[in-house]
């Protein structure tokens, strides 16, 4: 097709001059009123009939180019008419015009697939789609317009995979998605609702050529790549760009962003089956592009709530747990880094949003560690203490590992320390403990009780860090103790403070007693076998002898 339009570019654009003309010809009569809309119908047909023969005509004469340009301008004339008779003006009923724009589609079709009419079709596709451009009609007729539309892909895009004609998918896809554009400008339709005439339309055209480029790409011998991912992709640009437009104020983004990031995921997995279960760069390009989608749809949940950063907590956490588990059932440390970076930003997101969140409690009862805020800081630390078990990538030397392993598991201990922190703050405000109990000393115990946890985790799995780590929270804990909660009014419980501070410092001596006096293992010996007397060869026994006799043979 390339080389025949260089060859012959000025005979399309002649033509379409010649279209144009039929069509503002057609308009302009009737501006005038110079003849009915009845005659008008009527002429157009003998027109586009006699413009049809007579290219056939030629065809059979062997005058194949202008036989196929003349047969284009009549299919584009009845395309025409058929547009005025049941868009324009409401002269047919929406039936009629389908099956007149069938009748002609299939004939056209058929025609064009047996002996190859290339021309003839490209012409004809031209007409149809621009005589809904030219002729707009003052009353919506847009259910007759769809069908005309819906007819024209059709036909086009099954004789564009059949024949692997290229430019018919590109100019339908482009004519129809202006023409919605151009109509949706004129009619100026309501938008008020969730449901209303320009989503259904628009969401038609997006999942018509959605199933469109995936067969189209099926039947090129499964090759997912090419003009089909361009225009795929172009296609869920202008769908969303729509959707902004027509849910305004209506519905949330997350909703439309979701439902295409899975309609884009069910079509890798679909690309994937049908590729050989092969990982090809459109596959791909489908799986990302869904997963981005729905990042998105996910960053617009609960946008406007309190509840906004709980539910970012759950969403990206546990996203972030199934590109972890993905990783380890496919071996692919690409997988698992983009879950640890995940992690570390809603983690960060988590530190700074955290403390206006609401609690999340159950039937407005507040169970302390067993609410939604407490099963985010769960869900972060849980995670984190996977990455330190088992998150680890072939490049890193030991040296490298170990670090990475502290790193993960020291920042999950803080996220421990948050949960302990909050739950009990939260535990004294809702149960109003102040009275009965301090909350600046319970802190002080249960910051008391993490040092310790600390150094039992450091002793368990033979790292420092974790020594130091607590250290450090046992001492700022003991200057708070001594210097901030002694203050004030005497009390009975600030000796019951003071003593348990003693047990778990004694404790901690225990286990830093304990962790540096145990024997380092012995390094293990090979194993040489029984010894041997000094200057006796090793005479091995024959199968079947005992020691004994093997004695007696050496003798």
């Not at 009845?78 to 547009?83: E, G, P, R």
């Not at 059949?162 to 339908?172: D, G, M, N, S």
């Not at 009619?187 to 055209?205: C, E, G, I, K, Q």
Request: aromatic fraction near 16%; charge should be neutral; include cysteine.
């Amino acid at each position: 097709m390339p080389e025949l339009f260089k060859k012959h570019w000025t005979s399309f654009l002649g033509a379409l001059f010649v279209i144009c003309s039929i069509l503002y010809l057609f308009k302009f009569t009737l501006d005038q009123g110079w003849i009915t809309n009845s005659m008008k119908t009527g002429a157009g047909l003998l027109f586009g009939v006699g413009l049809g023969l007579a290219g056939f005509k030629l065809i059979l004469d062997s005058r194949l180019l202008i036989g196929e340009i003349i047969s284009g301008l009549g299919g584009a004339v009845l395309y025409a008419t058929f547009a005025f008779s049941g868009i324009y003006f409401d002269l047919w009923d929406s039936m009629t015009v389908f099956i007149a724009m069938l009748i002609l589609t299939i004939g056209l079709t058929v025609l064009s697939y047996l002996f190859d009419f290339r021309v003839l079709m490209n012409l004809a596709l031209l007409g149809s789609l621009a005589a809904p451009l030219f002729l707009r009609p003052e009353q919506d007729q847009a259910f007759s317009l769809f069908l005309y539309l819906l007819v024209l892909n059709s036909g086009y895009f099954w004789l564009s995979v059949r024949k692997q004609w290229a430019e018919f998918r590109l100019l339908a896809f482009v004519g129809t998605w202006l023409t919605y554009v151009v109509y949706y400008l004129h009619f100026d339709p309501a938008t008020d609702a969730l449901w209303s005439m320009p989503v259904r339309y628009a969401s038609a055209t997006f999942l018509f050529y959605v199933l469109g480029f995936l067969i189209s790409s099926w039947k090129a011998n499964s090759r997912f790549d090419g003009l089909n991912l361009y225009l795929g992709f172009v296609n869920a640009v202008l769908f969303g760009c729509w959707c902004v437009v027509l849910l305004d104020g209506i519905l949330e983004m997350a909703y439309p962003l979701g439902a295409m990031g899975l309609v884009y995921l069910l079509l890798a997995w679909t690309a994937y089956r049908i590729a050989g279960k092969e990982a090809t760069f459109a596959v791909t390009f489908k799986a990302a592009g869904g997963v981005l989608l729905l990042l998105l749809a996910f960053s617009q949940m609960g946008e406007g709530l309190t509840i906004k950063p709980l539910i970012s907590v759950y969403v990206w956490g546990g996203l972030a747990v199934l590109l972890m588990g993905a990783a380890k059932r496919l071996r692919m440390e690409g997988l698992q880094l983009v879950s640890m970076v995940m992690w570390a930003g809603v983690t960060s997101y988590w530190f700074v949003t955290t403390w206006n969140v609401p609690r999340g409690e159950w039937f407005g009862l507040y169970l302390p560690f067993l609410n939604g805020a407490a099963f985010a800081w769960i869900l972060l630390a849980g995670l984190g203490f996977w990455y330190s078990l088992s998150g680890t990538f072939a490049a890193l030397k030991e040296e490298g590992r170990r670090f990475l392993s502290c790193l993960f598991s020291v920042a999950s201990h803080l996220i421990v320390g948050g949960l302990l922190t909050l739950q009990i703050g939260n535990l004294f405000e809702e149960y109003d403990l102040d009275g009965v109990w301090s909350l600046n000393l319970t802190l002080s115990v249960v910051w008391g009780v993490y040092a310790l946890l600390l150094f039992l985790w450091g002793a368990s799995s033979k790292q420092r860090v974790f020594r130091y780590f607590g250290s450090i929270v046992l001492v700022l804990v003991s200057v708070k103790v001594l210097f901030s909660d002694l203050s004030g009014e005497d009390s009975i419980y600030k000796v019951l403070v003071l003593l348990i501070m003693a047990v778990i410092s004694f404790t901690i001596s225990y286990i830093n007693h304990r962790w540096k006096n145990e024997p380092a293992a012995p390094p293990a010996e090979p194993s040489v076998g029984p010894e041997q007397p000094e200057g006796e060869p090793i005479v091995p026994m024959a199968e079947g002898e005992t020691g004994t006799h093997k004695a007696a043979a050496m003798e």
